[in-house]
């Protein structure tokens, strides 16, 4: 079964870390790029970083540029997110999701795990 | 950055209704365009790719159109699992969502 299952959201205090982990089964991970989305409870959606098959091309949002780095691991079949100087507002649900490439052009989200919450709060 | 507005925001529809839901981005992105279905407490859930292509497993009442600017998303009759929140998103740069259209029971 093709899946994403993200790990290592928590309470965290302003100004504080937190590494996220998104363990891929079911398909071939390095063949996939991958991002980070998150959701503001209650809210939209926000891409926030993404990396190429083998990390030699990543993009971060400017909201999280420079103090979050996305990296992978493709013999874990696991991607990466360590946030650092962590804000109230980057409180969310964060998800990884796998990104296909159409034949037509264009890419699209089309796994994506469960996301795990986040939360920024002294 | 690429900015998408869809609308209506919310609707209110009934079973078997025919639903249509209008993402525009700030400029042109050709069909570079996705449509998303989420569910309280879920992920999101790819329906249409590229503007008009449905993802497999997606049930042909759903289905996409435009080009450029203007996209729609439309819904021929609507059933109870259909009532949800969707989003646009581009994919012509960064990636960007619209902010959602949440269709609920009338």
């Known amino acids: 079964q093709v899946q994403l299952v993200e790990s290592g959201g928590g309470l965290v205090k302003p100004g504080g870390s937190l590494r996220l982990s998104c363990a891929a089964s079911?398909?071939?991970?390095?063949?996939?790029?991958l991002s980070w989305v998150r959701q503001t409870p209650g809210k939209g959606l926000d891409w926030i970083s993404y990396?190429?098959?083998?990390?030699?091309?990543?993009y971060y949002a400017d909201s999280v540029k420079g103090r979050f780095t996305i990296s992978r691991d493709n013999a874990k079949n696991s991607l990466y997110l360590q946030m650092n100087s962590l804000r109230a507002e980057d409180t969310a649900v964060y998800y990884c999701?796998?990104?296909?490439?159409?034949?037509?052009?264009?890419?699209?989200?089309?796994?994506w795990g469960q996301g795990t919450l986040v939360t920024v709060s002294s | 950055d690429i900015q998408m507005t869809q609308s209506p925001s919310s609707l209110s529809a009934s079973i078997g209704d025919r639903v249509t839901i209008t993402c525009r981005a700030s400029?042109?992105?050709?069909?570079?365009l996705n449509w998303y279905q989420q569910k309280p407490g879920k992920a999101p859930n790819l329906l249409i790719f590229?503007?008009?292509s449905l993802q497999s497993g997606v049930p042909s009442r759903f289905s996409g159109s435009g080009s450029g600017t203007d996209f729609t998303l439309t819904v021929s009759s609507l059933q109870p699992e259909d009532f949800a929140t969707y989003y646009c998103?581009?994919?012509?740069?960064?990636?960007?969502f619209g902010g959602g259209t949440k269709v609920e029971i009338k």
């Open positions: 400029q042109s992105i050709s069909s570079y």
């Open positions: 590229a503007a008009s």
């Open positions: 079911g398909f071939t991970f390095s063949d996939y790029y």
């Open positions: 998103q581009q994919s012509y740069s960064t990636p960007s």
């Open positions: 990396i190429s098959l083998s990390g030699e091309t990543i």
């Open positions: 999701a796998r990104q296909v490439v159409a034949t037509i052009g264009g890419d699209a989200f089309d796994i």
